[in-house]
């Protein structure tokens, strides 16, 4: 668990972005002048945007004492430098000139800190592409391969017709929405981002993808709301500015196909909004799905104003979002599972112990709901953030 010690340096950092990242820019083409001969004059802008983007996973990184995700953070960025054809060395050089900027300006005692954090993320300059995902997400073998590929060259060919057939024919021969869910938008998702990151996908081209999934997965509405109910509602919801809501979308759906009413707020939802909607509902559950890790803060935030809007006797613990021992972002993925008693005031300022749950994966897991439903009387908090 990150000391107050970290959390004030993340939050200098976090709160002093923008102009630190304009120092950290100016010193970076003051010392390497060809930079603006080499990128152009409007390269100092974008240099500074990036620089910012560095600072949010140094910060997070630093909130919550894991280095890793500033390191996987960073050999993300170096894939992405190598697909645009830029220079890893002013990466590095970058890396080095925000040390010397954040020592100058933070108090004496943050500089080992900052140094220790940024030196490790330096470190994986020998390693060249250290964490890059260089297979497909769509592999031979696994469940639904051939549907999955199908539907994925559809997507890439602007093919929308070609890809509701696919899921048309796959739903006559009886695949379940669940093996669709998993298989096939999933896998299909990971792939696209896989081939973003490459520079093989554009912006716009992903939109598409993304666009023509989230109506597929719309119509599959009549199978889904079809479950008998269980008399439990849940909240699923995407935190602060986080706008990959397809993730928490499944996970409403899988509740449906399992009976709980859901209220699902989808993307951007501003916490103090989730805490009224789980207090005004009497919510069993609350599900937070994050993907960016920088705003995995704001999910100890949401967490506080829910227990003040359920809980008001135990608002002001000083609880902070716990970290359980060996979460980190492994290879692509990394999930957190948080609960905490809330209901009937067992309410402890600390989650019980058990129940921080060991990272786990969804997919693996296949969103076991039957857990969930053990849980009668509990406020369930869950996050998972996803990197690939
Ligand atoms: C589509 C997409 C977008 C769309 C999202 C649209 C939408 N309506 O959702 C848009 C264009 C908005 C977008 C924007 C950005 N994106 Co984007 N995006 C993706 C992409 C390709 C797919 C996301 C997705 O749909 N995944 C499929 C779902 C089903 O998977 P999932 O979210 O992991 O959810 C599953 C589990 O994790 C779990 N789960 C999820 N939530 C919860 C919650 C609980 C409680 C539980 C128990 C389980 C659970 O259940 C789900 C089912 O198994 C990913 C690639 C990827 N690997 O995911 C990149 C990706 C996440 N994006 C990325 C980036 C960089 C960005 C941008 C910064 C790009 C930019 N420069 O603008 C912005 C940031 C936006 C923001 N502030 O949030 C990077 C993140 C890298 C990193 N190091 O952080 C990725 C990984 C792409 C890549 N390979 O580089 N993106």
């Not at 997965?217 to 935190?239: E, K, S």
């Not at 967490?303 to 359980?324: K, T, Y």
């Not at 439903?373 to 406020?379: S, V, Y």
Request: contains cysteine.
């Amino acid at each position: 668990m990150a000391t107050e010690a970290f959390v004030d340096i993340a939050d200098f950092l976090n709160y002093k972005r923008t102009s630190l990242a304009e120092a950290i820019t100016a010193r970076q083409y003051e010392h390497y002048p060809e930079l603006a001969q080499r990128y152009g004059e409007g390269s100092r802008a974008r240099c500074a945007e990036d620089t910012a983007f560095h600072l949010s996973y140094l910060s997070t990184a630093i909130a919550t004492d894991h280095p890793v995700i500033f390191i996987d953070y960073i050999n993300w960025a170096k894939t992405l430098f190598l697909s645009y054809q830029l220079r890893l060395e002013d990466l590095a050089n970058s890396l080095h000139c925000m040390r010397d900027v954040l020592c100058e300006q933070l108090p004496g005692e943050a500089a080992p800190i900052i140094t220790s954090y940024i030196d490790g993320s330096l470190q994986t300059f020998e390693r060249e592409h250290e964490h890059f995902q260089s297979d497909s997400f769509i592999q031979p073998g696994q469940p639904h391969a051939r549907l999955a590929q199908r539907y994925l060259n559809a997507l890439l060919n602007h093919d929308r017709r070609s890809a509701s057939q696919h899921i048309a024919e796959a739903l006559a021969q009886g695949i379940g929405v669940k093996d669709l869910y998993l298989h096939v938008f999933q896998a299909c998702q990971f792939e696209i981002g896989r081939l973003w990151h490459l520079r093989k996908v554009s912006n716009p081209q992903e939109h598409f993808c993304t666009a023509v999934t989230q109506s597929l997965i719309a119509q599959m509405y009549p199978a889904i709301f079809a479950a008998p109910r269980r008399g439990r509602t849940a909240v699923v919801a995407c935190v602060g500015g986080e706008l990959h809501e397809l993730g928490a979308r499944m996970v409403a759906d899988f509740l449906e196909l399992d009976g709980w009413d859901t209220l699902y707020l989808g993307a951007n939802t501003p916490s103090a909004g989730i805490a009224q909607t789980v207090a005004q509902h009497n919510a069993n559950l609350l599900c937070i799905s994050v993907t960016m890790s920088f705003h995995v803060p704001l999910v100890a935030e949401t967490i506080r104003l829910v227990r003040a809007a359920c809980c008001p006797a135990r608002a002001d613990s000083g609880w902070r979002l716990p970290v359980p021992p060996g979460a980190r972002p492994v290879a692509y993925g990394w999930r957190r599972w948080i609960c905490t008693r809330c209901r009937g005031c067992g309410c402890a300022c600390q989650p019980p112990p058990g129940t921080v749950r060991k990272p786990c994966s969804l997919r693996t897991a296949r969103l076991s709901l039957p857990w969930c439903a053990m849980l009668a009387g509990d406020l369930l908090l869950c996050c998972t953030t996803r990197w690939a």
